[in-house]
């Protein structure tokens, strides 16, 4: 990876945000589905990074789920920055034919540089989420990333609401 020097400003205020995003937990736990999906170990002293790296895990991951839609040459690990983001982009691609919304995946340099491992974790729930879907028949991830929050009001507050605002009237909404 090529030297970058580092970010001051709004960048690293961003930054800061996505690394207080990541959980080690969920972290374990997708490393935990992949070893049982893909049924191969990660390695002791190997890192999450360092695993997915070169995108090979990934589109094995994805022939798990998917049969044969992502071609073997992608199996092989390589140590060329090209080839690597190559096979995360075949991975991200067929993710997207696969039905993901394109708003749950990460970008490649997202996984290649290391900017944002929370969205690459959240990525791989949103993929296990479509595949059970679409009756994809083995494990589940246990945690939801994404709980909807349900805000419950009671009627005198949303009366409240309505009438200190003035919001309705017999035309819909007031101009003031």
Same mark, same amino acid.
């Given at each position: 990876?090529?030297?970058?020097?580092?970010?001051?400003?709004?960048?690293?205020? &961003?930054?800061? +945000?996505?690394?207080? =995003?990541?959980?080690?937990?969920?972290?374990? !736990?997708?490393?935990?589905?992949?070893?049982?999906? %893909?049924? =191969?170990?990660?390695?002791?002293?190997?890192? #999450?990074?360092?695993?997915?790296?070169?995108?090979?895990? $990934?589109?094995?991951?994805?022939? @798990?789920?998917?049969? *044969?839609? &992502?071609?073997?040459?992608? #199996?092989?690990?390589?140590?060329?920055?090209?080839?690597? %983001?190559? *096979?995360?982009?075949?991975? $991200?691609?067929? @993710?997207?034919?696969?039905?993901?919304?394109?708003?749950?995946?990460?970008?490649?340099?997202? /996984?290649?540089?290391? *900017?944002? /491992?929370?969205?690459?974790?959240?990525?791989?729930?949103? $993929?296990?989420?479509?595949?059970?879907?679409?009756?994809?028949?083995?494990?589940? /991830?246990?945690?939801? =990333?994404?709980?909807?929050?349900?805000?419950?009001?009671?009627? =005198?507050? /949303?009366? !409240?609401?309505?009438?200190?605002?003035?919001?309705? *009237?017999?035309?819909? $909404?007031? +101009?003031?």
């Amino acid at each position: 990876m090529a030297y970058r020097a580092p970010k001051s400003g709004i960048a690293a205020d &961003i930054q800061r +945000k996505r690394q207080s =995003e990541y959980k080690v937990s969920m972290e374990n !736990e997708v490393v935990d589905w992949i070893e049982y999906v %893909l049924n =191969e170990g990660k390695g002791e002293f190997v890192d #999450f990074h360092e695993w997915l790296l070169d995108g090979t895990i $990934l589109c094995k991951l994805f022939n @798990c789920i998917e049969q *044969n839609k &992502i071609f073997s040459k992608h #199996f092989r690990p390589t140590p060329a920055p090209f080839k690597q %983001l190559d *096979n995360i982009n075949v991975f $991200l691609l067929a @993710c997207k034919d696969y039905g993901v919304k394109e708003g749950e995946l990460f970008v490649s340099l997202d /996984l290649h540089e290391a *900017n944002d /491992l929370a969205q690459v974790i959240s990525s791989i729930f949103a $993929l296990e989420r479509v595949a059970f879907r679409k009756g994809w028949i083995g494990p589940r /991830l246990k945690s939801r =990333e994404h709980t909807r929050k349900v805000l419950r009001l009671s009627r =005198e507050r /949303l009366n !409240e609401d309505y009438t200190s605002y003035g919001m309705w *009237n017999q035309g819909g $909404l007031s +101009k003031g």
